[in-house]
């Protein structure tokens, strides 16, 4: 890759000159700063507000979201689910966020421990990855078999298809870095205090394996980009760019009272990209 930075020692309190300047447009990201704080705290709060309405509406009528979200290591999954959540009922709201399955958890078909947590009436459920580990981390890593991988590509489109007839509004996120913005991240993991236990030895390992993860991930949006279920790819380099996208790709697409339709509508199309796009132009990207 065009940007493929040099192996560093995460352990080494100074990060690698040549990661820390090419990191934030790595991935041909098109913007050169963080969206400027000020306007990042305005427009937050403001669609803060509008998910705030939106639980009021899914409380009234009985709706249901049901949101996952993927991406390598350190993309701001967590971070991004946080701020959605910042403001809302935690008995109408929840994360999952699912650890390793348990030996009876491993004997029983490969959705249900998902299927149980999706929402009720008036609720909205955030994915903190989701079944779709099966499709990528896995297989990657070599936690599954290349039969249970091709079973469960088979099979998602079809477990989507129940959940968005059942009427649930479903959104699937790919938060999408840079090589060199991961490996700033993770660097900093590494040595702040307070964020250590977020980078694991898989973390460490994925670091080696980057165009693994490509090879997986492309295969994954390939075989369950659908149009019952589609992907929305987040550029996020930016966080701030990447959570302001998320939550206005979850309002625009559900009607309810007193929506600010230029709010929610102002989707930055050079942060936000369709699969086909995505998988179109990535590799001269990365």
Not at 18 to 35: H, R, T, V
Not at 78 to 85: K, N, Q, V
Not at 229 to 245: E, F, G, V, Y
Request: proline share 5%.
């Amino acid at each position: 890759m065009a940007d493929r930075p040099a192996p560093f020692d995460l352990d080494d309190p100074k990060l690698n000159k040549e990661i820390d300047e090419g990191a934030f447009q790595s991935g041909n990201y098109p913007y050169e700063k963080k969206l400027d704080t000020k306007k990042y705290e305005k427009t937050l709060l403001a669609l803060q507000i509008e998910l705030v309405k939106l639980q009021s509406h899914l409380s009234a009528e009985g709706g249901r979201v049901a949101a996952l979200f993927e991406g390598r290591d350190a993309a701001g999954k967590g971070g991004s689910i946080r701020r959605y959540l910042n403001y809302l009922n935690p008995r109408q709201s929840r994360t999952i966020a699912l650890s390793k399955p348990t030996e009876r958890e491993q004997g029983q078909w490969y959705f249900q421990r998902y299927a149980k947590h999706l929402p009720t009436r008036g609720e909205q459920v955030l994915f903190d990855r989701s079944w779709y580990n099966r499709a990528v981390v896995e297989p990657v890593m070599g936690f599954c078999t290349a039969e249970q991988t091709e079973k469960f590509l088979t099979e998602a489109p079809q477990f989507e298809r129940m959940i968005v007839d059942e009427g649930i509004h479903f959104f699937k996120f790919w938060l999408n870095i840079g090589e060199k913005m991961q490996w700033k991240r993770f660097h900093a993991r590494r040595h702040d205090p307070l964020k250590q236990w977020k980078l694991s030895p898989i973390d460490r390992k994925a670091l080696g394996m980057w165009d693994e993860y490509s090879e997986a991930r492309d295969r994954m949006l390939d075989r369950t980009d659908t149009k019952h279920a589609p992907w929305t790819i987040i550029r996020s380099n930016d966080k701030r760019r990447a959570r302001i996208a998320i939550m206005q790709c979850v309002l625009s697409n559900i009607d309810y009272k007193g929506r600010d339709e230029k709010l929610v509508s102002d989707i930055d199309p050079e942060i936000v990209q369709s699969a086909a796009t995505f998988l179109k132009h990535h590799r001269a990207d990365e």
